[in-house]
Structures are given as structure tokens and as C-alpha cells.
């Protein structure tokens, strides 16, 4: 028979290894529990990381769309402006009824040309371009009416420009003014 010294010591090893079959497991589950964890809350930081990283990608691609908006929106100020376009648009030998609409229509081009930019500036913005253009080309209409039917284009060009240093100068200038506060404004 078995002593029971023996007995106690088999007992003892089987005790050893039961508490060693449910103590590892244990241990290692809560082990991996934290790893899992971790890595869980790492892959939170990344993506909220890629996320951030994202919206700056877009704020910076908007900010530049806008800046460039202001630009374009000057530059057609600046392009139907009196001084700017009579000059640049006059041919000789053009009758001041074919200038007015070479006027017109370029003005008309430029403006459709940068329609788009109206989604990046303020609807105040907006409408100060669109009320200078609107008085340019009434300008030019008003000026071509007020000539007789065989003047030339020249003659327009310098009813135009001597009418041009009123009102429409003052709003031309008024409204660049008013799109580079807001454009400072905004950055």
C-alpha cells in the first residue's frame, strides 16, 4: 500500500498542478483581455489621428479655394474696370455700337468665368461685384445711347471713361476695399 507520506505528496503535486491548470489560463486570459484593450485603444488614436489629419488636408484645401476666390474676384474688378477695359478692348475703326457690345460681351465672359468664385465669398461680397458689373455695363449702355448713331468707337471710349470717374470708379474701389477687409477678416 501507499504511505501516506506519499499520498500527501502526490495530493500536494496535484494541488500544484490543479491551482497551475487554473491560475495560467486565468492569467493569461486577463493578460490578453489588456491587450486586446490597448490595442483597441490604439487603433481609437489612429483613426481619430487619420481623421484630424484629414479635416486639416480639407481646411487647407478650402482656405486655398477661398484666398484664391478673393484673388479672382478682384481681378475681375479690376478687369472691368472703365480705365482698365477701354483701353485694352478699343480697335480702330470700330463703330461705338460694335465696341459697346465687344465691351458687354467681354465683361458678360469675364463674369461667367468666375461665377464659381461666389461659393467662397460672402453673399455681401458677391453682390457688390455683381452691382458693379451690373453699373458698368449700364455705364457703357448709357454712354453708347447718349452718342449719335455714327460715332465711332473712340468717341465712346471717352464718354465712357469722362462718365466712369463719377459713381462707378467709387464703387469699383469700394467694393475691392470691402472684399480685402473681408478676405482679412477671415484669415
Given at each position: 500500500?501507499?504511505?501516506?507520506?506519499?499520498?500527501?505528496?502526490?495530493?500536494?503535486?496535484?494541488?500544484?498542478?490543479?491551482?497551475?491548470?487554473?491560475?495560467?489560463?486565468?492569467?493569461?486570459?486577463?493578460?490578453?483581455?489588456?491587450?486586446?484593450?490597448?490595442?483597441?485603444?490604439?487603433?481609437?488614436l489612429i483613426h481619430a489621428q487619420i481623421e484630424s489629419d484629414r479635416k486639416l488636408e480639407k481646411e487647407k484645401k478650402l482656405t486655398g479655394l477661398t484666398l484664391q476666390a478673393y484673388e479672382r474676384a478682384a481681378l475681375f474688378l479690376e478687369r472691368i474696370n472703365p480705365i482698365n477695359i477701354v483701353p485694352r478692348l478699343l480697335k480702330p475703326g470700330l463703330k461705338a455700337s460694335q465696341f459697346e457690345?465687344?465691351?458687354?460681351?467681354?465683361?458678360?465672359?469675364?463674369?461667367?468665368?468666375?461665377?464659381?468664385?461666389?461659393?467662397?465669398?460672402?453673399?455681401?461680397?458677391?453682390?457688390?461685384?455683381?452691382?458693379?458689373?451690373?453699373?458698368?455695363?449700364?455705364?457703357?449702355?448709357?454712354?453708347?445711347?447718349?452718342?449719335?448713331?455714327?460715332?465711332?468707337?473712340?468717341?465712346?471710349?471717352?464718354?465712357?471713361?469722362?462718365?466712369?470717374?463719377?459713381?462707378?470708379?467709387?464703387?469699383?474701389?469700394?467694393?475691392?476695399?470691402?472684399?480685402?477687409?473681408?478676405?482679412?477678416?477671415?484669415?
Amino acid at each position: 500500500m501507499i504511505e501516506l507520506p506519499c499520498i500527501l505528496l502526490i495530493s500536494l503535486a496535484m494541488a500544484i498542478l490543479l491551482i497551475v491548470v487554473l491560475v495560467i489560463p486565468y492569467y493569461l486570459s486577463k493578460q490578453n483581455q489588456r491587450t486586446l484593450e490597448a490595442i483597441n485603444a490604439n487603433q481609437k488614436l489612429i483613426h481619430a489621428q487619420i481623421e484630424s489629419d484629414r479635416k486639416l488636408e480639407k481646411e487647407k484645401k478650402l482656405t486655398g479655394l477661398t484666398l484664391q476666390a478673393y484673388e479672382r474676384a478682384a481681378l475681375f474688378l479690376e478687369r472691368i474696370n472703365p480705365i482698365n477695359i477701354v483701353p485694352r478692348l478699343l480697335k480702330p475703326g470700330l463703330k461705338a455700337s460694335q465696341f459697346e457690345m465687344l465691351l458687354v460681351n467681354n465683361i458678360r465672359e469675364e463674369y461667367e468665368h468666375n461665377m464659381s468664385q461666389q461659393l467662397y465669398i460672402s453673399d455681401d461680397g458677391w453682390e457688390m461685384v455683381k452691382l458693379v458689373k451690373e453699373n458698368i455695363l449700364n455705364l457703357i449702355n448709357t454712354s453708347n445711347a447718349s452718342l449719335k448713331s455714327t460715332a465711332t468707337a473712340n468717341e465712346l471710349a471717352r464718354e465712357i471713361l469722362t462718365k466712369s470717374i463719377d459713381k462707378e470708379v467709387v464703387l469699383l474701389n469700394k467694393a475691392l476695399s470691402n472684399l480685402k477687409k473681408e478676405m482679412q477678416k477671415n484669415f
